[in-house]
């Protein structure tokens, strides 16, 4: 009697399941936990965006006569369902923990949210939505003394611009006026600004809290911009590209900072860290100026992207990894961090990279985020990984 | 013959004239200009939103599937007209020179242009276009040395929440560290927030420009949040209003600026302006609290708004008007401005509150802002003229 009852019971729950994959494979949809909250990045006084605790995100918005509205986020688009007074609604299917840039279509229109707080990334101001991680402690404002993050505007000669950059100085830097600060140059990433780290990144939170847990040493966060189009010669056009980042922050950048901060100006207190396109130009410009860099951060990038074949160390980067032995002495850290759902051709490609460090014996440290993807979750929990290890 | 000719050449402009007017009555609108530019407030990379030279806005986006899109601007709803591709153009009458919050409106719904650089304004972060203003120049970036603005989080236990301000420091600040400076308190209006001056107002650039051309002294400007909600009382609601704003500023962001920056912290170097809502809160505060500030500013309000009729000066704000020979020699600097084309109630509002002083003797000074209404135009203004004045 009482082994029947228990197969019944395990015939129920598999009746149970095969009903449930049936009806998500009929609608397409599984049901949804109507657990919604207004989301830490809708506007003050928006009800929507809302995230649920499966990470859902639900979008509204009044438009009488469209045709057909949609949340576009993660790379898919969401039909949304219109109610009778014109509003429609819908959700996505459940995100990454983190942070996801994301938009509405409204006929055929790519528009942002009028709900969200908008941030600079995919080449575009536009709407953004935090999906509140686990960890999420870490970059929290906390009840820790707080640094403060200055725009610093400067002129740049080799791009013949004005320039911004924003400059995290620790919590303690107005008190012990005379102390000097070890630098990390801290890079945002391909479509992103100098606003990503400062926002977005919550670089700014992630120190306060590491320093006032004695976690990392108080240091200054040059964010700048990685975008740098040398100014064009009389009579012919732009050169843009990738080399003249490196002018602006050894030529223009690193004296205009030393000058105006209170900084520890020699290379064993100054470290350069960047996400994919900016941890590409870190490598690029650290190792060539290793003079001026003993701590380098490459996030979720490498300097052979987006190739994925074997490195040759006799001919990568015209050979600067041939003497591993001086490398190692002379860097004090070399640091590499993705995400765990990287898309392709990241983890290949970042492999690759690390592959030819094991094969050379170039000294190392490696850390992989646990469910994220090339997104700022990966990011901040990359710098706070690193930062720990800086100026020690 | 020759008056003949004369009399024929103003028949023909008589005519040219009635013509011009007939097409224009018929079609609703006057030939455009076409010499638009692309707006310094467009996203970077995009080519519209455009301005040209009689100050039309021109937006344009692409919604294929869309019965009607509109540009809503100064009050007004323009529409668009769709291309073979689905992309809809068009443009508004001239508005005023000046800075201009802006939305497009998608077959009912009102979302943010995408081409736009978004601002916080009328109670949301969406579009603005800045129209150049013929006196551009005193408030645009130029070659000179640049202060910082910083982000400043600090505690706020009479609302029981974290707080954000900026606060510019002049270029000299890092250079001379041991010097003090004057601190001016700097408010924005109703529906705006501590991003509305550092952003739309330009306040680093006006005082940046002021200080190079040594037409005012370098000081400090805190601009910080003017809503500030009473935390409640355990069992009771929230009890959101003006005064909680006034014991923010006096028990706490004062302290926190004092203790935090090198500041001149008696009231003869200590001022407090502010624009519409700001304005009235400044006049409210300062007055009570004549022990702390010398310097008072009001750009666009004052503190019988929104009443336009005559100012008892007996009982007015509890009569603290009665006494003007005694307020005439603590206040070092009593300055009133605004636009020429401020909508009702602000011209006989203001009016008002000038009559009584007028009527009692009270000192101050008044500026008009023309041909701009209550926008930040006429604010960048009152900046610049009221600036020079302090602290001297």
Known sequence: MHKIIVIMKKNLIALFTVTLFVSRACFGQTPVVEDFKTSTTAQPGKQYPQVNSEGRVRVSIAAPQANLVQLDIGGKKYDLKKDTSGVWTGES????????????????????????????????????????????????LKN?????????????????????????????????????YPVLYLQHGSGENETGWPVQGKANFILDNLIAANAAVPMIIVMDNGYATKAAEPGKPNTPGFSAFETVLINEIIPMIDSSFRTLSDREHRGMAGLSMGANQTIQITMKNLDKFAYIGAFSGTSNYPKTDAIDPATFMNGIFKDVPALNK?????????????????????????????????????????????????????????APLLFK
């Open 144 to 180: 820790v003394p707080h640094g403060q993050t200055r725009e610093k505007i400067y002129w740049s000669a080799t791009t013949n611009a004005w320039r911004r950059c924003f400059v995290y100085t620790p919590a303690e830097y107005e008190k012990n006026i005379k102390k000097k």
């Open 93 to 140: 299917a459940a995100q990454d923990e983190g942070f996801h840039y994301y938009q509405l279509n409204i006929d055929g229109a790519s528009v942002p949210d009028p709900g969200s707080l908008y941030f600079y990334g995919a080449g575009r101001w536009g709407s953004g939505i935090e999906v509140p991680a686990h960890d999420k402690d870490f970059y929290e």
């Open 330 to 386: 002379k860097i004090k850290l070399f640091w590499l961090g993705r995400g765990t759902k990287e898309p392709v051709p990241f983890p290949a490609s970042i492999g690759a990279f690390k592959t030819m460090m094991d094969q050379t014996g170039f000294k190392y440290t490696y850390y992989e985020s646990p469910g994220t993807a090339h997104e700022w979750l990966t990011w901040r929990r990359c710098l706070y990984q690193f």
